[in-house]
């Protein structure tokens, strides 16, 4: 007999096993980039050079890009003075005299990195207060009110500049900037340009017919006629140049036809090439010399709006110096190098006071931008565009010339250099977690109040410079008007106090394993290369100094 029955006994399930991790979505659309803390596409880094020809033609562009700045705060402050044109060529040339002399000091002795000091809007503010309390005293003319109030502004800047010595020779800025991460980097960086929207396009449309065409040209022959003709890749460098010069031509030929004529009042000082009074107005030859509007003037109730903004200017050159680092294919600065470089900001702001400049310097963002323009971050370039600086300085009518090309021009110009500087803020996001929602809470905080509260205080500040803050006290007014109104000094005080406040997580969320090394002397082997001091002026420079 054979068994014929069927037997229903089940297997027994298979063992719980945990799911296979997805596949990386990173991988399945394409290859990924590791982070990298140098550019790759430079044409020429901090120590390498262009030819001699290019190295000039180089050095003049940035001398024409740092000019927009000087122009329009000598023809926003020297008029409400009380200064006539004579006297708005002169702090033109005493503006241009310090940012060269500045610069020189900033690529030699300070950050050593490629970056142009120039004249900043941080002490416009307070430049302003000073004025206002001037206004309805009575002088024998209006030359008289312009020379005192000089020297009132001089006195503020002489006393406001040892903060800034203090903050850099004791070390106390880098000891500061130790509290930084790449989580606030990014925003710092960010709003040093888009901060200053406000000197982009709008001012660009004081003027469409000429700051638009210039917007346009700019764009196409830098970045799009190298398609069409292979051989125009040249015009990376100096399409900027050649755009200047057909536009201003542009503008000349439409204020010599008329176009003009009856139009605004505004208009005309935007448009015309013939309304800024410079070239009839400026000397052959002036040297600036120390006290040449006469002794200082001491007032405490002026000084602190000096003292916040000679702190808002060493946060804004803080975050360009990184954006420069990077433009320039150097790693970033370490702690005891932003240090040094707050301290020469400081003497330069003494040298400023003793020669009469109105207003103080910090790192120029359009300057930055324009070595991520043209590729090439070369120190040299910079330290040459100071010898146009000195030339123009001194031989006024020369430097009324470039002077007088009309500032719509230069807001074009803004736009595409701006963007560039907040573009590259971005970047420093790749050394960090980019989905932490820790991080990602700081980053969106840190960017949007960095611009929409001295957007507030802008928008609420009356045109003598009175700011939102009016408590009884003066000069506690001007100092937080002054804080509150500058974007990267708010990013960086809203970032550093969230990402050191928060809960941490994991340390590499945050980017600090990539950020460590670059925030000591030998924390980077390639640090000795990039920042360290000349030789021979190396040896006469105690080390707790530098």
């Known amino acids: 007999m054979v068994e014929t029955g069927h037997h229903n006994h089940q297997p027994p399930p298979p063992a719980q096993t945990a799911p296979p991790p997805p596949a990386s979505l990173g991988l399945s659309k394409g290859p990924t980039w590791t982070p990298a803390d140098q550019l790759q596409q430079l044409q020429y880094c901090i120590h390498s050079n262009p030819s001699w020809p290019e190295t000039c033609l180089l ?93 009132t502004i001089q006195g503020s800047l002489i ?27 990014v925003p710092v960086v960010c709003v040093v340009g888009l901060g200053l929207f406000m000197r982009g396009f709008p001012q660009l449309a004081n003027c469409v017919e000429i ?70 107005s400026a000397p052959w030859i ?58 020469l900001q400081g003497i330069g702001l003494l040298l400023e006071g003793i020669f009469g400049a109105p207003v103080g310097s910090s790192a120029s963002v359009e300057n930055v931008g324009l070595l991520g323009l043209t590729h090439i971050g070369s120190r040299r370039v910079v330290q040459v565009s100071t010898g146009f600086m000195f030339f123009f300085a001194i031989f006024g ?13 230069f807001a074009a110009i803004y736009c595409v250099l701006f963007g560039i500087v907040a573009a590259i803020g971005i970047s420093f996001i790749q050394f960090t977690n980019n989905n932490s929602l820790r991080n990602i809470y700081v980053l969106g905080l840190s960017l949007f109040l960095g611009i929409s509260i001295p957007q507030y205080f802008v928008s609420n500040t009356s045109p003598d410079g009175h700011g939102p803050v009016r408590t009884g006290g003066g000069w506690f007014n001007d100092i937080l008007n002054t804080i509150f109104s500058s974007p990267p000094t708010v990013a960086m005080i809203v970032g550093t106090l969230l990402d050191n406040t928060l809960d941490p997580g994991h340390a590499g969320d945050r980017g600090l394993p990539w950020w460590k090394p670059f925030q000591h002397m030998k924390g980077d082997v390639r640090t000795e290369e990039f920042y360290s001091l000349p030789v021979k002026i190396f040896g006469y420079i105690p080390t707790r100094f530098m």
């Open 159 to 185: 006393v406001a500049s040892f903060v800034n010595i203090i903050l850099g020779y004791s070390r106390a800025w880098g000891k500061f900037t130790r509290f930084f991460s790449p989580i606030v980097i």
């Open 397 to 409: 009518k020369f430097g009324a010339f470039f002077a007088s090309i009309p500032l719509p021009i």
């Open 59 to 151: 050095a003049f562009q940035h001398y024409i890009v740092m000019l927009g700045s000087i122009v329009l705060i000598a023809s926003t402050i020297v008029p409400r003075m009380g200064g006539n044109n004579g006297d708005k060529a002169r702090v033109i040339q005493t503006l241009l005299f310090m940012a060269a002399v500045n610069t020189l000091l900033q690529t030699l002795l300070g950050t050593r990195l490629p970056t142009v000091m120039n004249a900043s809007f941080a002490f416009v503010l307070p430049v302003l207060s000073i004025i206002n309390d001037y206004s309805d005293r009575d002088f024998t003319n209006e030359h008289e009110r312009f020379k005192y109030t000089m020297r």
């Open 286 to 343: 002036k040297v600036p010399y120390p006290f040449q509007w006469g002794t200082p003037i001491f007032q405490a109730s002026h000084v602190f709006g000096m003292i916040g903004a000679a702190l808002v200017s060493s946060a804004e050159s803080t975050g360009t110096f990184f954006a420069a680092a990077r433009f320039a294919g150097a790693t970033h600065p370490p702690a005891h190098v932003l240090s040094r470089s707050v301290g």
């Open 211 to 280: 700051g638009l065409p210039m917007l346009i040209l700019l764009v196409f022959l830098q970045q799009y006629l190298k398609k069409i003709h292979p051989k125009a890749h040249i015009l990376e460098r100096f399409a900027l140049l050649l755009c200047v010069g057909i536009i201003w031509v542009f503008a000349a030929i439409l204020t010599a036809a008329g176009a003009y004529n009856n139009v605004g009042q505004q208009t005309k000082l935007s448009c015309r090439t013939d309304r800024s009074y410079l070239m009839s």
